[in-house]
């Protein structure tokens, strides 16, 4: 913890949600990360006591019979108040015993269990039990119990014995029946169980308080506690299923293969990725792929659940010849002649590229280097933008996105710390936070190389080596994680000058546990007779891990030792796990760790003219490393991966095939489709499938290999985050328009944004009309010198910001050309083909050559544009008209005698909108003209009555039938049809449906069938069974919005009365009247009124004689009054205004539902006299 102003004795705990059952939300303590409490000063045999609310996902953590309740936490003692590092805590410094102790509870608010800690003379001792009558923490104690874990074997910082040390821990309770508890509390490397059986009155079926009791207090003493966030997701079952006594059945597996996208590269083969880099990773449903396309240019690809969505070069910069550094090196032959891109270096498999994604989203990549962007040679290719800088390496403006990238190699802590870098590769620990592990150089002075591990820290976005210089005393020394002492040396034994090459790698377990390997050259004079000078090649593996995230490092049993480390030293020396004198290695390491969280790793001893490839696979077992032996002898690199499970993976480079094992004395070879050459680990570690890249029909390829049939895994997924602040959304990127600068974005949580535009590239400086308001998302710009330009725009809503970027090759304007200030805009610029647009622009325009002039043109579009004025000093606004549909850019030229200035504007040109539809037609069923629409007349539309009722306008159907009626109507996808409907007898489906042809076959096709009622239950494209209660019921349905084929002609109605319930003579019966098919919009009779409007009011739609109005008027002279009567209809709502002159109107009556359809009537006062009326409807 960071120092405290004031001293006091603090217990820390920090606790995380344990690795086989993963919580379903975020353990939170009183709702939020951290509680603390203290008592200082004048306390004799006082007790400190503190309780908190322990929810998981906001609520208890449920502990129901067979459920379990697992917790990882860590106690840190730490010096405040009157206590300093080093003193011994306890009791008056004596230590603790039964009555004077620590003691933790998680409970119900009933009762509790317990863990009790004795530091007794410092031999600490821990106690497993409970409380069965503990309400809150002023009463919690600990009743009963037993177990106990002594101080034996425990590393000195996990004794707690001292302020400042930390002691780790592992609490699991299995409620294996009623008030029965099966607790394990693991302390650093021991473990105790007791099975606790409660007094209770009731059983304890959920976690909802945890308590912290701390007995006779007779010194200053605290505790801070802080919940560590939910882990990344793994299977939350794997510890259970695979435990020591239970087996991993590989034979159970299926797989399935697939191919999900492919893009052309660069054909030379060292420009498809390198097995030991990483340049695939993904996180949640978004995966990027990092690869050379075909003219050696990088690019990134981004795919959504597999499926391609974009693809964007890293760097876009069209750099001048100058601008290279062959046009620099004083070597004519290799100089730059023409504008062009960054191209990668095609010389050796050392420019090979990795990307990574740290826990915020963003995307870092790294390539194009042999050794680093100083090495001569290596830089001829490079803009001079990269020259001696540390490292070529890029990383994203936004999270999750491709649009925009900034050049991160030469700023000091953004970029990994070291020089000389080759064979990068990125890897995650288990809450996302990013990790790259590389060969380097161990001094400045370009001297022997070493292995780095550096980390991310994603909120101050800066690297920090893993270790320190392995020469302190030397300023040239470089940071790294292990080292070796020399340089190959050659046949004949003479100091080739190679550096030893070396592939560190590194990997997280299920306890985010760090794990480093690295393989190391210890004696550089070998070199086995025949293999050539230059043959590289290491002869050991040494490994580290580390429980702390870094801070420490032991050996995978335990022994301590500094870094960095080698293999022939004392107090750094790494740990060796595999080196057998005279055995030549490949310089690859690779690493994995099984379901235990022990590691694994592989190693290639090199074919010899003497013995033959073989390659190895080791595993620490729990005491030694195991030599498991040869799993073959296949040549090529090769891949040693794990899935969340502990199932592990040595894929080879160069075979279709690899090798899958839980227990390394079982392996399975699975044949594939293709050699898989790198591994998504992101996509793996959230999965459990494989997915990585292949070369397919000589394209790189994304291949799947999903693996099926694994018993009992459930992946969990950490609770999604809570959203304060929706970030900016970018919806246009930057460019750059003649002079004006702009670029496009939203807010969803509208809050204002502004826009701030840099340099980040360039020779220059940038002159803006206006910058850092909401106002610059357009603004106008010049630069002070010319050459190429790479801006960004920060949009910010004052939270969050996203970025865009634009390149361009820039001059300085000339002091009197016209400059635009405002950009070409149209108003409006979306407009059918008979209207015009209005084009403004502006510019400044008294310059020394005289007033500019505006000449419009039109850049794009499909028909000729006019301009009402043009080429003059005042065509600044003009109209436009087009002849053609269809879309325009238009672009204005603002000129002088000193020089030009442009923008350019966007119009769209649309049809008119059609005339809408008039259809109308009601249903006359007096033709009887009735036929079946069913193939299948043995069991559908077998028997029944078809009548035709109410002069025409309906039918009755009783018994089984299936019925089409003929009609004509071309559908839009506005019609609607009206229908009353009437059910006294229910049978299995009663159904109405338009069709252009009566068949059905009964194969499964919901048949367009709107269901009204009925028992039956099945495919159809609107169910309103529910809505039917009895009687006759009134149906308005927007058809043409629920068929496919809603704009084709409809031959028939069809009506469902299906009875097929076993009875001897079906009886269902249904009615359908008065059905309407129309168009809302239309107008049949042409009167000037909608057809929607006359149905509501009543009026006839197909008479143009029949329209709302007012019946008349009359006048009653006994009582004073005006009477105005109108047609009315139920449910409709009037409003009635009067007037004097038809020009002020005022209300007389609001809006009132129809009081006595079908006439209504309302009476006005003779005085004031008002000689007009009207009557308004609302139509719905």
């Given at each position: 913890m960071k120092k405290q102003?004031?001293?006091?004795?603090?217990?820390?705990?920090?606790?995380?949600?344990?690795?086989?059952?993963?919580?379903?939300?975020?353990?939170?303590?009183?709702?939020?990360?951290?509680?603390?409490?203290s008592l200082i000063g004048g306390h004799p045999t006082a007790d400190l006591r503190g309780g908190?609310?322990?929810?998981?996902?906001?609520?208890?953590?449920?502990?129901?019979?067979?459920?379990?309740?697992?917790?990882?936490?860590?106690?840190?003692?730490?010096?405040?108040?009157?206590?300093?590092?080093?003193?011994?805590?306890?009791?008056?410094?004596?230590?603790?015993?039964?009555?004077?102790?620590?003691?933790?509870?998680?409970?119900?608010?009933?009762?509790?269990?317990?863990?009790?800690?004795?530091?007794?003379?410092?031999?600490?001792?821990?106690?497993?039990?409970?409380?069965?009558?503990?309400?809150?923490?002023?009463?919690?104690?600990?009743?009963?119990?037993?177990?106990?874990?002594?101080?034996?074997?425990?590393?000195?910082?996990?004794?707690?014995?001292?302020?400042?040390?930390?002691?780790?821990?592992?609490?699991?309770?299995?409620?294996?029946?009623?008030?029965?508890?099966?607790?394990?509390?693991?302390?650093?490397?021991?473990?105790?169980?007791?099975?606790?059986?409660?007094?209770?009155?009731?059983?304890?079926?959920?976690?909802?308080?945890?308590?912290?009791?701390?007995?006779?207090?007779?010194?200053?003493?605290?505790?801070?506690?802080?919940?560590?966030?939910?882990?990344?997701?793994?299977?939350?079952?794997?510890?259970?299923?695979?435990?020591?006594?239970?087996?991993?059945?590989?034979?159970?597996?299926?797989?399935?293969?697939?191919?999900?996208?492919?893009?052309?590269?660069?054909?030379?083969?060292?420009?498809?990725?390198?097995?030991y880099n990483s340049p695939i990773a993904t996180r949640g449903d978004d995966t990027f792929v990092l690869f050379v396309d075909p003219d050696h240019r990088m690019k990134i690809a981004h795919l959504t659940n597999g499926v391609f969505k974009g693809e964007t070069f890293i760097d876009n910069t069209l750099y001048q010849p100058d601008e290279f550094y062959a046009n620099h090196d004083a070597d004519p032959s290799n100089d730059v002649s023409a504008p062009d891109y960054h191209r990668f270096k095609f010389e050796d498999s050392h420019h090979s590229i990795a990307l990574g994604i740290d826990e915020d989203g963003y995307l870092h990549m790294v390539g194009d280097m042999h050794n680093y962007p100083r090495y001569e040679g290596s830089m001829d290719h490079l803009p001079l933008r990269y020259f001696d800088k540390n490292i070529m390496y890029w990383r994203s403006d936004n999270p999750l996105d491709i649009s925009s990238f900034s050049f991160k190699g030469d700023q000091a802590g953004e970029c990994p710390t070291g020089s000389g870098f080759t064979y990068l590769f990125f890897f995650n620990d288990l809450y996302g936070k990013l990790h790259i592990t590389s060969r380097a150089m161990q001094t400045l002075n370009n001297g022997t190389r070493c292995a780095t591990y550096s980390s991310y820290n994603a909120d101050a976005g800066l690297w920090s080596t893993i270790g320190g210089a392995p020469d302190p005393s030397d300023p040239a020394s470089i940071p790294c994680t292990f080292y070796d002492d020399g340089y190959e040396h050659n046949e004949d034994g003479s100091s080739a000058g190679k550096y030893s090459k070396l592939r560190p790698h590194g990997?997280?377990?299920?306890?985010?546990?760090?794990?480093?390997?690295?393989?190391?050259?210890?004696?550089?004079?070998?070199?086995?007779?025949?293999?050539?000078?230059?043959?590289?090649?290491?002869?050991?593996?040494?490994?580290?891990?580390?429980?702390?995230?870094?801070?420490?490092?032991?050996?995978?049993?335990?022994?301590?030792?500094?870094?960095?480390?080698?293999?022939?030293?004392?107090?750094?020396?790494?740990?060796?796990?595999?080196?057998?004198?005279?055995?030549?290695?490949?310089?690859?390491?690779?690493?994995?760790?099984?379901?235990?969280?022990?590691?694994?790793?592989?190693?290639?001893?090199?074919?010899?003219?003497?013995?033959?490839?073989?390659?190895?696979?080791?595993?620490?077992?729990?005491?030694?490393?195991?030599?498991?032996?040869?799993?073959?002898?296949?040549?090529?690199?090769?891949?040693?991966?794990?899935?969340?499970?502990?199932?592990?993976?040595?894929?080879?480079?160069?075979?279709?095939?690899?090798?899958?094992?839980?227990?390394?004395?079982?392996?399975?070879?699975?044949?594939?489709?293709?050699?898989?050459?790198?591994?998504?680990?992101?996509?793996?570690?959230?999965?459990?499938?494989?997915?990585?890249?292949?070369?397919?029909?000589?394209?790189?390829t994304v291949v799947k290999m999903e693996i099926n049939n694994r018993p009992g895994m459930v992946l969990i997924d950490p609770p999604a985050a809570t959203i304060t602040n929706h970030p900016p959304e970018i919806t246009a990127q930057a460019t750059?328009?003649?002079?004006?600068?702009?670029?496009?974005?939203?807010?969803?949580?509208?809050?204002?944004?502004?826009?701030?535009?840099?340099?980040?590239?360039?020779?220059?400086?940038?002159?803006?009309?206006?910058?850092?308001?909401?106002?610059?998302?357009?603004?106008?710009?010049?630069?002070?010198?010319?050459?190429?330009?790479?801006?960004?725009?920060?949009?910010?809503?004052?939270i969050s910001t996203r970025f865009s970027t634009f390149t361009a090759y820039l001059t300085p304007a000339a002091t009197d050309a016209p400059q635009i200030v405002t950009p070409a805009v149209a108003s409006p610029d979306t407009l059918t083909l008979v209207e015009t647009t209005t084009l403004t622009v502006s510019a400044t325009n008294a310059a020394a050559g005289g007033n500019a002039t505006y000449t419009w043109l039109k850049s794009s579009g499909p028909g000729s544009v006019s301009f009402s004025?043009?080429?003059?000093?005042?065509?600044?606004?003009?109209?436009?008209?087009?002849?053609?549909?269809?879309?325009?850019?238009?672009?204005?030229?603002?000129?002088?005698?000193?020089?030009?200035?442009?923008?350019?504007?966007?119009?769209?040109?649309?049809?008119?909108?059609?005339?809408?539809?008039?259809?109308?037609?009601?249903?006359?069923?007096?033709?009887?003209?009735?036929?079946?629409?069913?193939?299948?007349?043995?069991?559908?539309?077998?028997?029944?009555?078809?009548?035709?009722?109410?002069?025409?306008?309906?039918?009755?159907?009783?018994?089984?039938?299936?019925?089409?009626?003929?009609?004509?109507?071309?559908?839009?996808?506005?019609?609607?049809?009206?229908?009353?409907?009437?059910?006294?007898?229910?049978?299995?489906?009663?159904?109405?449906?338009?069709?252009?042809?009566?068949?059905?076959?009964?194969?499964?096709?919901?048949?367009?069938?709107?269901?009204?009622?009925?028992?039956?239950?099945?495919?159809?494209?609107?169910?309103?069974?529910?809505?039917?209660?009895?009687?006759?019921?009134?149906?308005?349905?927007?058809?043409?919005?629920?068929?496919?084929?809603?704009t084709e002609q409809k031959n028939y109605l069809d009506f469902v009365n299906a009875d097929n319930s076993g009875e001897i003579t079906p009886d269902a019966q249904s009615t359908f009247a008065n059905v309407i098919i129309y168009e809302p919009n239309g107008d049949k009779d042409g009167d000037g009124q909608s057809n929607l409007a006359e149905i509501r009011l009543g009026t006839d739609p197909e008479d143009p004689a029949s329209m709302f109005g007012i019946n008349g008027g009359t006048v009653l002279p006994d009582l004073e009054k005006i009477r105005i009567s109108w047609p009315s209809q139920a449910g409709v709502r009037y409003r009635i205004q009067q007037s004097p002159d038809l020009v002020a109107w005022s209300l007389a009556r609001d809006w009132t539902v129809a009081q006595t359809p079908p006439d209504d009537q309302f009476e006005f006062d003779l005085t004031p006299s008002n000689a007009f009326f009207k009557v308004e409807a609302e139509i719905q």
């Open positions: 102003k004031y001293k006091t004795a603090f217990l820390v705990l920090a606790i995380c949600g344990a690795t086989s059952i993963l919580a379903h939300g975020e353990i939170l303590l009183d709702g939020g990360s951290s509680v603390s409490g908190y609310a322990l929810t998981d996902g906001g609520s208890a953590v449920s502990l129901g019979i067979g459920e379990t309740f697992n917790m990882a936490f860590t106690f840190q003692a730490v010096a405040v108040g009157a206590t300093s590092v080093g003193d011994k805590i306890g009791y008056g410094g004596t230590g603790w015993d039964a009555t004077k102790s620590l003691k933790l509870g998680f409970g119900d608010g009933v009762q509790a269990l317990a863990l009790q800690f004795d530091l007794l003379d410092f031999n600490p001792k821990l106690y497993l039990g409970g409380d069965s009558a503990a309400s809150d923490e002023t009463n919690f104690k600990y009743e009963s119990g037993s177990g106990s874990i002594t101080s034996a074997g425990l590393l000195n910082a996990d004794k707690l014995k001292f302020a400042g040390d930390t002691a780790t821990f592992n609490l699991s309770v299995d409620h294996t029946a009623a008030q029965t508890f099966d607790m394990t509390l693991t302390w650093g490397a021991f473990t105790t169980n007791f099975v606790y059986t409660s007094l209770a009155a009731n059983d304890m079926l959920s976690v909802s308080e945890f308590y912290v009791v701390m007995n006779n207090l007779d010194a200053d003493l605290g505790y801070e506690v802080t919940v560590i966030p939910t882990l990344y997701p793994l299977y939350a079952d794997a510890d259970q299923l695979y435990s020591n006594t239970n087996t991993y059945d590989l034979t159970q597996e299926t797989y399935t293969f697939s191919e999900l996208w492919s893009t052309p590269v660069q054909t030379d083969i060292t420009f498809l990725p390198e097995f990997v997280f377990d299920r306890q985010n546990n760090m794990h480093l390997l690295t393989p190391l050259l210890r004696d550089p004079t070998l070199n086995p007779l025949g293999l050539g000078n230059g043959f590289h090649f290491t002869d050991c593996l040494v490994y580290a891990q580390s429980k702390d995230a870094g801070a420490t490092f032991t050996s995978v049993g335990g022994r301590e030792f500094t870094l960095p480390a080698t293999v022939n030293l004392t107090d750094n020396r790494a740990e060796l796990v595999y080196g057998a004198v005279g055995d030549y290695l490949s310089p690859n390491g690779q690493l994995a760790v099984d379901y235990m969280n022990r590691p694994y790793t592989s190693t290639q001893r090199k074919e010899t003219p003497t013995t033959p490839s073989e390659n190895v696979l080791l595993g620490w077992d729990g005491s030694s490393w195991v030599n498991y032996g040869n799993i073959t002898t296949e040549g090529g690199d090769f891949r040693l991966v794990n899935d969340p499970a502990g199932v592990m993976s040595y894929i080879s480079d160069g075979a279709n095939v690899l090798y899958r094992f839980w227990n390394p004395t079982n392996i399975r070879e699975v044949t594939t489709p293709w050699a898989i050459r790198v591994i998504d680990y992101e996509y793996q570690k959230k999965t459990g499938h494989i997915m990585g890249l292949a070369k397919v029909d000589g394209e790189l750059l328009n003649g002079q004006i600068l702009s670029v496009s974005a939203t807010d969803a949580d509208s809050d204002p944004l502004t826009f701030t535009w840099s340099t980040f590239y360039g020779p220059g400086d940038i002159i803006l009309s206006q910058n850092g308001t909401t106002a610059s998302s357009n603004t106008t710009l010049s630069v002070s010198e010319e050459g190429t330009y790479e801006i960004k725009v920060a949009v910010s809503d004052g004025i043009n080429g003059t000093t005042a065509s600044s606004t003009t109209v436009a008209s087009f002849d053609a549909t269809g879309s325009y850019e238009l672009q204005v030229i603002v000129s002088n005698s000193a020089g030009t200035a442009s923008s350019s504007c966007t119009v769209d040109v649309n049809d008119l909108p059609p005339v809408p539809a008039n259809g109308y037609l009601a249903i006359d069923f007096s033709s009887q003209a009735f036929e079946t629409f069913v193939n299948d007349n043995e069991f559908f539309d077998r028997t029944g009555t078809v009548e035709v009722v109410e002069s025409g306008a309906g039918v009755r159907f009783i018994g089984d039938l299936w019925k089409a009626f003929p009609i004509d109507y071309q559908m839009t996808s506005n019609t609607v049809i009206e229908f009353d409907f009437s059910c006294p007898n229910e049978g299995e489906l009663h159904a109405i449906a338009m069709t252009d042809t009566p068949s059905w076959d009964f194969t499964g096709s919901s048949y367009d069938l709107i269901k009204l009622h009925g028992t039956d239950s099945g495919l159809y494209i609107m169910d309103r069974d529910g809505e039917y209660t009895g009687g006759t019921n009134r149906y308005s349905i927007a058809i043409g919005q629920l068929l496919a084929l809603n």
